[in-house]
Every structure is written in C-alpha cells, then in structure tokens.
C-alpha cells in the first residue's frame, strides 16, 4: 500500500493510529468523517457533537500529544460498504481550525453478516 492509505474489514474492531503534525490539547474539538461515494457514513468528535455518530471512539493518546486513536467497533465497520473509504480530519483549537487533506483507504468483505456475540 501507498503512504496514508489503510485496510480494514467490514465486521473487525481497528484501531487507527492517526499520527498530526501538531498536539492536541485536551480542550481542542476534533471530528472525524469517514465517507464513501461522496457521502458521509460516520463520525466521531472529541469536544464535539458526531453525526451520524459511530459506537467506537475516537480518543488522545495519554502519552503522546500528537497521536489520536480511533477504534472502531464491529457495527461501526459493519456500517460501511466493501471498497473506497476516505478519512477526515478537522480540528480546532484556540489559535484556529485547520481541515487535514482526506486519507483514502480500503475496506474489505466479510463473508458473514453480522455482529459476533
């Protein structure tokens, strides 16, 4: 794979580690987007409101203030289709908002439907 690209599974819990070219405070808002076809299929916020909201999270990393973790959960992976997937990046924090240039990623088939219990 290229440089920023990604692969997960329809029905998996990924962790994305999502690495920025600057800290995120803890009072900063961020939201996450990812889309497919043009269209927005979940987000996720820190300080913020998501919609449509997935059921992961999207979090700091404790230890390093540039890092951000997004996990995801089974529905959440579920929700997306097989194929093209984009991932967005917009902050904003007391100096101003910046948007981050989309990610573009893969999602690949499951061969079973559904939450595993």
């Known amino acids: ?16 580690e999502l690495v920025l070219p600057l800290a995120v405070g803890w009072t900063d808002t961020v939201c996450l987007t990812l889309a497919q076809g043009g269209r927005t299929v979940l987000e996720y916020a820190i300080n913020g409101t998501a919609s449509p909201a997935g059921t992961g999270t999207l979090r700091r990393d404790e230890a390093e203030e540039n890092l951000l973790l997004l996990t995801m959960s089974q529905a959440d992976t579920l929700a997306l289709e097989a194929g093209d997937l984009e991932l967005q990046l917009r902050l904003k924090n007391d100096v101003g908002a910046d948007s981050f240039r989309p990610l573009r990623g893969r999602v690949g088939p499951v061969l079973r439907e559904g939450v595993l219990a």
Request: overall charge negative.
């Open 1 to 16: 794979m290229e440089e920023g690209e990604f692969l997960f599974f329809r029905g998996s819990t990924p962790t994305l």
